[in-house]
């Protein structure tokens, strides 16, 4: 799997405007002062002090709070079926942002950021990227400054201590279209088309994900399936298929979903969300997800049957809209940003752009895992639109998330299977890919017929997915059934 996100914050001065109250003294240019303050803060927080573990998942479900606010306020729909974002990008550039901010900007920022019960909350940040080192992820950052500008003395070097973000000058689009496309291995060409003249300072993130599955898919194994985008549509997609993959599964009654976690090699791990069929959406998840509870309750890894979309999407957005819903507007009106420069500053655009693929990872690799005892066929299906995480699992902080409605947006979507036509089109990768063998025999026609059993929210489509719980026991199949497969009139508006 690779991630990988860019993330730009624009500032530029602010041309005679007369109306708003002058931010910062006009002549406070006594840099003493603010690096005093910084010491201070410094001193309690460094002291080669190693934070701990519970401090580091602090910040954690601070970074968690303001991905998840952000992701609310995306739109999401037909236009734009897919988002994804870095909620550990976004607190990096508004966290370095707010080195610089004073007065009420900056208490915004903190607030936004969820930092206010969290002391030395930007030396927690930036111990991070020392210890992200050790997963696949990489975190670059840059502060691009135009010549003539004068930025103060404290806020470069704040950058540099706590996000390791260099200063270099403006010089070119194509320079920094360059930068942009060597930290983001080539992922993201042409992030800029220009550069405003009035733009005297950029700051700029990038992470980069390179992970491979602990269990890895076989190339061999994938084929074409269906994934319901609603209740109407369908599209086509490459599916990856296991019949046998270590899972930590559990089907939540309160998200009405199953949430999985896939491992990946390096101390991180994908979660995901699936609701489940007639119950809620993947957009009515997000105001009751908490990541560190889900991984506290998810059970031990069990063998099951595993359907996952190949995907590869991008994603390009201006969140200019989305912070000023979630409460940022002032940043891009008469922000205080007194700790940058002495001149007026406001923030004129935040780009985002960002990619994600899920492959078998990797090819010469089959799916070799051995597992000796299959005590129970579960099945988990990702055949319907998604919430994603991308987890350290140190920290619990999602270093990247997003929501997926359709895996394939240029593919032609389908008419859903109609009830009164007998063609089979609907999605049933377990019975194409389970083989007898696979199955504990015991267990074989019970699971099926169980799959088969389950329907669709409006009783159209025959099998909008498949659910199977992991706790699954002879006796509680048929309750199991009438939770987690929904009956056909559960959408119908009573
Ligand atoms: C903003 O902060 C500066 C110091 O950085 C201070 O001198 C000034 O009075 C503050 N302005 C307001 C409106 O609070
Ligand atoms: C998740 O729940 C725990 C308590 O169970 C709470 O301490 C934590 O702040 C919550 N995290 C988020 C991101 O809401
Ligand atoms: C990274 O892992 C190495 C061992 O592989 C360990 O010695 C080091 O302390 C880790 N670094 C961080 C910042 O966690
Ligand atoms: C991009 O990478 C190439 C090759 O490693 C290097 O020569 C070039 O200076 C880099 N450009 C930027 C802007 O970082
Ligand atoms: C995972 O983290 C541990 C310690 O935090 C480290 O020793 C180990 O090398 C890391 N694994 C990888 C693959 O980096
Ligand atoms: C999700 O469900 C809510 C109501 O529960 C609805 O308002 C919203 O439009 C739905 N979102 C999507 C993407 O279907
Ligand atoms: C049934 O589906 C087939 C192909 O999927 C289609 O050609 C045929 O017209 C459909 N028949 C009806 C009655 O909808
Ligand atoms: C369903 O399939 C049977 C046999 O394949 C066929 O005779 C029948 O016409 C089909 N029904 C519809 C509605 O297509
Ligand atoms: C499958 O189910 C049938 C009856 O439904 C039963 O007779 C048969 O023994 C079952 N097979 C297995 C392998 O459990
Ligand atoms: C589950 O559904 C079956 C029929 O599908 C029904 O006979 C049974 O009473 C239901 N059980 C519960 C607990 O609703
Ligand atoms: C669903 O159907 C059952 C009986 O078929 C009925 O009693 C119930 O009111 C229906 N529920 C809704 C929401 O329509």
Redo the contacts with the bound molecule.
């Keep these: 799997m690779k991630l990988c996100l860019l993330l730009l914050l624009f500032c530029l001065c602010r041309l005679g405007l007369t109306d708003e109250p002058s931010p910062g003294a006009p002549d406070v240019s006594d840099p003493v002062d603010e690096e005093e303050e910084a010491e201070d803060t410094d001193r309690s927080c460094r002291g080669g002090r190693v934070f701990s573990p519970e401090e580091h998942q602090a910040l954690g479900g601070a970074i968690e709070r303001l991905g998840l606010q952000l992701l609310e306020n995306l739109p999401i729909g037909p236009q734009q079926p897919n988002v994804i974002l870095s909620p550990l990008s976004l607190a990096f550039a508004l966290a370095q942002l707010s080195l610089g901010a004073r007065n009420e900007t900056e208490k915004l920022l903190l607030k936004s950021l969820n930092a206010n019960s969290l002391p030395c909350y930007h030396h927690i940040l930036g111990s991070l990227v020392p210890h992200l080192s050790n997963t696949s992820l990489d975190v670059a950052a840059r502060m691009y400054l135009r010549r003539g500008f004068e930025v103060r003395q404290s806020f470069v070097e704040d950058s540099l201590a706590r996000y390791q973000s260099r200063p270099v000058p403006i010089v070119s689009v194509e320079e920094v279209n360059q930068w942009v496309e060597n930290v983001t291995n080539g992922h993201i060409p042409n992030f800029l088309e220009s550069i405003p003249h009035d733009v005297v300072l950029m700051l700029m993130n990038a992470v980069y994900f390179k992970g491979e599955w602990q269990t890895q898919f076989d190339p061999l194994e994938t084929s074409k399936g269906l994934f319901y985008v609603d209740t109407q549509n369908s599209v086509s997609v490459d599916m990856m298929k296991s019949a046998k993959y270590p899972l930590r599964l559990l089907v939540d009654p309160e998200l009405e979903a199953q949430v999985a976690s896939f491992p990946f090699k390096a101390n991180t791990s994908f979660l995901i969300v699936l609701p489940l069929p007639g119950k809620g959406n993947v957009s009515s998840v997000l105001p009751k997800l908490n990541i560190s509870d889900l991984y506290r309750r998810l059970p031990q890894e069990k063998t099951m049957q595993v359907n996952l979309p190949k995907v590869k999407l991008q994603y390009r957005h201006e969140l200019q809209e989305a912070l000023t819903s979630m409460g940022l507007g002032s940043l891009f009106s008469g922000p205080d940003l007194s700790g940058i420069s002495d001149q007026p500053l406001k923030v004129t655009g935040v780009r985002h752009a960002s990619t994600v693929e899920l492959s078998e990872e990797g090819v010469e690799a089959s799916a070799t895992t051995v597992v000796t005892s299959m005590r129970s066929i579960s099945l988990f299906s990702v055949n319907s639109p998604f919430f994603f995480a991308l987890v350290d699992d140190a920290s619990l902080a999602p270093l990247f998330m997003g929501i997926v409605t359709n895996p394939a947006p240029n593919n032609d979507a389908m008419l859903n299977d109609d009830p009164h036509n007998n063609s089979t089109m609907s999605d049933q990768p377990v019975m194409d890919s389970f083989s007898e063998r696979d199955i504990n025999s015991k267990h074989s026609n019970r699971s099926r017929s169980k799959i088969q059993?389950c329907s669709a929210p409006t009783g159209h489509n025959k099998h909008l997915q498949s659910v199977n719980g992991p706790e699954d026991s002879n006796g509680l199949k048929?309750?199991q059934?009438?939770k987690t497969c929904s009956k056909p009139n559960d959408s119908v508006p009573a």
């Design positions: 059993s048929t309750t059934e009438n």
